[in-house]
């Protein structure tokens, strides 16, 4: 699955770990992730002081977190607009160009609204987890430890509702291998 992730939750993936394993490395067995270089920016260099920059400084160098130039600026007069920040507007932007992107991958509210009002796929960091344990990437076990870990990160409800549909996708797997 390839997916355009912004600043926050490429953080938050490389900073909470379940079973010592960080949540960045469950997703990248099954998913292509890219990202601006002004995503880059903020999270490996304007981070690296900090463990979670430097693991996504690690897994940019290694090439398992890909750095996508912005050619393409579709909506750039559009989202100038807008009080987005650098990271979330060239995330936008990196969605148009690249082909065959499944999700824009953010936690930003207002850069959510303005990706579905452009008809992207937005999906919050949890939505990418439900949707990796759907398609069995990702065990159920797994996902709930991840959700736990990552709880401090989000407003009250957002886990809540994602374990809950969490449990929706086990009773959808329980009743198919009946």
Sequence with gaps: MKVVFDSGPLITACKFEVEEKLVIDYLLTSCNILIAPSVEEEVAVLGSNYAD???????????????????????????????????????????????????????????????????????????????????DYLTNSEAKAIFKEIRPRYRSGIIEYSLAKLREVKDAQSSSSN
């Design 53 to 135: 920059g430097v693991a996504a400084g690690e897994r940019i160098e290694d090439g398992r977190i890909k750095v996508i130039k912005v050619n393409n600026r579709r909506w750039n007069e559009h989202l100038q607009g807008y009080a987005l920040g650098n990271g979330e507007r060239d995330s936008i932007e990196l969605c148009y160009q690249e082909a065959n992107v499944h999700a824009f991958i953010t936690d930003d509210h207002l850069a959510f609204i303005v990706a579905s009002r452009l008809g992207l796929e937005a999906w919050m960091l949890p939505d990418l987890i439900l949707a990796l344990t759907n398609r």
